[in-house]
Nanobody
Framework: VQLQASGGGLVQAGGSLSLSCVVSGSGPNLFAVGWYRQAPGKEREQVAIVYSTGLITYADSVKGRFTASRDTAKNTVGLQMNSLKPEDTAVYYC??????????????????????WGKGTQVTVSS
């Protein structure tokens, strides 16, 4: 399984960025694609999870500002980030979760539940 994330960058507070993750080689056992982020000195945290059922969950800190989406034809999951804040600064990763069991995790799906990871992309929000 390979994941390729792109779209990070530097933006001023209040601005927007869009991330994209292309997933390849996962086969039929892929049940979740997630966005996670990790700021310096902090634990990796969930941002949004897109499940194969169509369910999308968000961390409370990004609800109303971030929107995740999927394009199954292109094997791509996107993350539109609006109203960015300095505290959104982090390296953003996409990851996939394998196995139907992961759908039951819902909003509690942690980075420990994910199986494959892409290289991160830096998002920096200046104040």
């Amino acid at each position: 399984v390979q994941l390729q994330a792109s779209g990070g960058g530097l933006v001023q507070a209040g601005g927007s960025l869009s991330l994209s993750c292309v997933v390849s080689g996962s086969g039929p056992n892929l049940f979740a694609v997630g966005w996670y982020r990790q700021a310096p000195g902090k634990e990796r945290e969930q941002v949004a999870i897109v499940y194969s059922t169509g369910l999308i969950t968000y961390a409370d800190s990004v609800k109303g500002r971030f929107t995740a989406s999927r394009d199954t034809a292109k094997n791509t999951v996107g993350l539109q980030m609006n109203s960015l804040k300095p505290e959104d600064t982090a390296v953003y990763y996409c990851a996939v979760g394998m196995g139907e069991w992961i759908v039951g995790r819902g909003p509690k799906c942690s980075h420990h539940d994910m199986t494959y990871w892409g290289k991160g992309t830096q998002v920096t929000v200046s104040s």
